[in-house]
């Protein structure tokens, strides 16, 4: 090939080079566009025919041996699934007119199975092969890389996906979150920036957001820094910025922190004893609260925008 000759041997090397440079990057298939083409071309049909699906996405009209077989459209099924629809919505839709309880066991069993599993596999390992023989065609264009991902979790979005990547365990809690963030045009990698300036009232007012799941976000935005508590008992005092809701003293003033009213996780305020001076910010509030909890005797101070803990003097 013309790239391992020496340019000075080749007459146009500038122009090979410019060329190969001038080429635009390859562009990815949006996720649905892919999943419609798999359909059409029966794809997952073909999939499951081979031997390692070992009878993933099987359904039956009853709870027996011997019961008729129900047939289900996996590729409805797909847009279902990753399209957030909850898991007894599922049932619903894909197994009408069965028994509640057994159409939910059989949605739940076909999934786990097929989609977290088995095609989540196959599929992605597809994907991969069908970009590498796309890329040495030098073809425009590429096929989703994360579209096994998708198939796994049963989410929609890039946003939604590195959520639930990283640890939050919710689909409904994820996929929200992946909608609203792509709607206003936040990218996946400016997630946790965001979340974090919403704070526990905007992850409860906007996405409806139960306790377990304030905790799994309080985990996904925690900033990654020493330990706070580590620092406190190293030093005898550590500082952090808070989210000042008043007037900030110029002169440091004693407070207390403290759960404010609500729900828990309960938001943590800086309190002055007649009214809240600030907010822990929320990527701030598992250490916060672990400092809290550990029945070490501090002392909070409040100057500007900043608090800090420092231990008693001892005399």
């Known amino acids: 090939m013309y790239l391992l000759q020496d340019p000075s041997a080749t007459p146009d090397s500038e122009d090979a080079w410019a060329g190969i440079f001038s080429r635009p990057s390859p562009r990815e298939w949006p996720l649905q566009r892919a999943l419609d083409f798999f359909a059409q071309h029966q794809v997952y049909d073909i999939l499951l025919k081979q031997p390692e699906a070992k009878g993933a996405w099987s359904f039956t009209e009853k709870q027996s041996k011997t019961s008729d077989r129900r047939n289900v459209n996996i590729a409805a099924a797909i847009t279902g699934w990753i399209s957030g629809e909850p898991i007894p919505h599922l049932a619903t839709a894909w197994l009408p007119g069965l028994d509640s309880e057994w159409a939910l066991e059989q949605t739940v069993s076909n999934i786990s199975e097929t989609f977290e599993h088995y095609l989540a596999w196959t599929v992605g390992a597809l994907v991969n092969l069908v970009n590498l023989r796309l890329e040495e065609t030098e073809a425009e264009i590429r096929l989703p890389t994360t579209a096994g991902w998708h198939l796994r979790h049963g989410v929609d979005s890039p946003q939604a996906l590195a959520l639930l990547n990283a640890g939050v365990t919710s689909r409904r809690l994820a996929h929200q979150i992946g909608r609203t963030a792509a709607e206003r045009g936040i990218a996946a990698e400016d997630l946790r920036a965001w979340l974090t300036g919403l704070h526990l009232a905007g992850w409860r007012d ?61 938001t943590l305020v800086v309190d002055d004893g007649s009214h809240i001076r600030a907010l822990v910010p929320a990527d701030a509030h598992l250490d916060v609260h672990t400092i809290i909890d550990s029945g070490i005797d501090f002392e909070t101070t409040l100057a500007g925008g900043r608090i800090t803990l420092a231990l008693p003097r001892v005399r």
């Open 206 to 266: 906007q996405f409806a957001a139960t306790e377990y799941e304030i905790n799994d976000l309080l985990e996904y935005v925690r900033k990654r820094r020493p330990s706070l508590i580590g620092a406190l008992l190293d030093t005898g005092h550590v500082s952090l910025d808070v989210l000042v809701t008043s007037a900030a003293p110029a002169q440091p003033i004693v407070v207390q922190l403290r759960p404010d009213l609500g729900p828990d996780p309960a």
